[in-house]
């Protein structure tokens, strides 16, 4: 009898141990689990902008401009135009998206990338990408 709640608590160390893997794991993919990653490591997800970095080509100002994001319980950057010293493919996007206030609710449809500990989308790569208000 003894055996048997040996073998139960057993199953039960393993099987909780399981559950807290898997979670760990899935935690890992994007960094965050708010956002789903396709396989080519784009993403698409809705959120409110926090504030709007758009000083990027403004002498002395930020090297890129970029909206903060809330998703759900997470911050994501959505990297939209950089500095006059980089090419941004996406001038569509770069242009709409210094024009967005904070308190809007976005689209944003880009390609994942992590940046030490920040969550950052980037809109220039591809003329795909884009930036939309909802």
Known sequence: MNFLKQIIALLFIVGVGYVLYDVAVS????????????????TTFAGTVLSNNNSCSTPGGSPDCSLKVQVGQDTVFVLYAYSDAKFCANEVTAMSGKN?????????????????LTNTILTCPSTNF???TI
Do not use: A, M, P, W
Not at 100 to 112: M, P, R
């Open 100 to 116: 967005i206030s904070s308190g809007k609710k976005v689209q944003v449809y880009g390609l994942f990338e992590k940046k030490g």
């Open 130 to 132: 884009y930036i939309k």
């Open 27 to 42: 935690s890992r993919d994007s960094g965050f689990l708010t956002l789903k990653l396709n396989s080519d490591n784009t």
